[in-house]
């Protein structure tokens, strides 16, 4: 019998973090942001084994429930702010070796920190070098950005010297840039390494590198918080086809005809005030009523209440906003599938938006499933958009300008 060629994946996610403290742990787009690297590896046919590299008992923990194995903890000097790749692998090779006699034949290295990838990404890295026996290591890369042919380096003098030189080209940083060579930058999608690269070699990639050209479009490295508020807008809003760690995300419908509202939690902010007398207030949003003003205004779209709670406070609010409303129903699935049928409505065309378990029997039912971000946890892994704002505090403004800005 012919052995299978094992292929480790090594997913290195240290506990310290500066830009964005315990952002392996952070949920990014519903999952935590490890999720989504153990979910390219084990979704992946050619991927035999997949661990976690953490100095973090907590994200050996989670990295455990998510499917991944961690054998072990990574010692602290490994896990610094200026910590190499290479010592890391080297480590984890050794460790393996030394206490279960398992040596894989390549490794895979999926960054934590650029989570956005074509579900095709992680086999079709390992094909290539397992295709090329000559090559030491496969690196996902880039085309550039911003042109190093133009780019200059100013000497002590504070001269300007060009940063690059081009052969038969005497001023590279005055040609046009379709005449200059094509260049590439190195993203952390996907590295593959031959093991006998790290042990025998003593490198992260050796001498022969073969390039994985990533669609530009996939181009996320999540260093800050903008850096994370964009990557989850490209989640939820660019159509990409990329690897999810649970269900695939819906993006908001072409057309929407319809916006379907929890009142608790998304026009309120969930809390409710009693008084001696046992009557109930809220809190909730101005800017929400203006929001759905406009978006009936500027787009047709129309918006209604679906509601639980039986207090009359939500028929008053809803009054105040001009919204219809149906409130103090037992089962939010078949009054919604009613109100689709009553106005002759596709799913495709209804958008709802809410934040407890009590709504995820609708998620199913329509185009596009909306929370905001302080919903339970359970629904923010279920919804297809999570919002940046709190019910009760502009979310649903949020929604009425995302559908106003798609026209």
């Not at 073969?210 to 508020?229: E, G, H, N, T």
């Not at 939820?236 to 072409?254: A, D, I, Q």
């Amino acid at each position: 019998m012919v052995e299978r060629t094992e292929i480790l994946a090594i997913i290195p996610a240290r506990g310290g973090s500066k830009g964005i403290p315990r952002k392996n742990i952070r949920s990014f787009a519903g999952h935590p942001l490890l999720a989504w690297s153990i979910a390219a590896a084990k979704q992946s046919h050619l991927v035999t084994r997949v661990i976690v590299s953490t100095d973090d008992e907590e994200i050996a923990d989670l990295a455990r429930r998510l499917g991944a194995d961690v054998p072990f903890l990574r010692p602290a000097e490994l896990a610094q702010d200026s910590s190499m790749d290479f010592p890391l692998f080297e480590h984890a090779l050794n460790w393996l070796m030394e206490n279960e006699k398992y040596q894989p034949d390549i490794l895979l290295q999926l960054r934590p920190t650029s989570p956005i990838r074509p579900t095709d990404m992680v086999d079709n890295g390992v094909q290539l070098i397992l295709d090329h026996s000559a090559a030491h290591s496969v690196r996902g890369v880039i085309p550039s950005g911003q042109n190093p042919y133009k780019m200059w380096r100013i000497d002590e003098n504070l001269y300007m010297h060009p940063l690059l030189t081009v052969e038969g080209v005497a001023e590279p940083f005055n040609s046009p840039r379709q005449n200059l060579p094509p260049t590439y930058w190195q993203t952390g999608h996907i590295d593959v390494i031959r093991a006998t690269t790290i042990l025998k070699l003593k490198s992260m990639s050796g001498q022969v590198i073969l390039p994985y050209v990533v669609d530009p479009a996939f181009a996320v490295d999540i260093d800050s918080p903008r850096d994370w508020q964009r990557a989850e807008w490209l989640v939820w809003h660019s159509g990409l086809n990329m690897v999810y760690p649970g269900k695939v995300t819906r993006p908001l419908p072409e057309t929407v005809k319809l916006l379907v509202m929890d009142f608790d939690g998304v026009l309120t902010d969930n809390r409710v005030w009693v008084d001696e007398t046992g009557k109930e207030t809220v809190a909730a949003y101005r800017s929400d009523s203006l929001g759905l003003a406009l978006l009936r205004q500027k787009t047709g779209i129309e918006s209604m209440v679906l509601s639980m709670e039986k207090n009359p406070v939500v028929a008053a609010r809803c009054k105040k906003m001009n919204l219809p409303v149906i409130q103090g129903i037992e089962h939010k699935d078949e009054a919604l599938i009613q109100l689709m049928r009553e106005r002759n409505l596709k799913p495709e065309e209804v958008v709802y938006i809410g934040n407890d378990v009590n709504d995820l029997v609708c998620f199913p039912l329509v185009g596009c499933a909306v929370v905001p971000v302080d919903a339970e946890p359970e629904v923010l892994k279920m919804a297809d958009i999570s919002l940046t704002r709190r019910g009760g505090h502009g979310a649903v403004r949020e929604l009425c300008d995302m559908l106003m800005e798609r026209g």
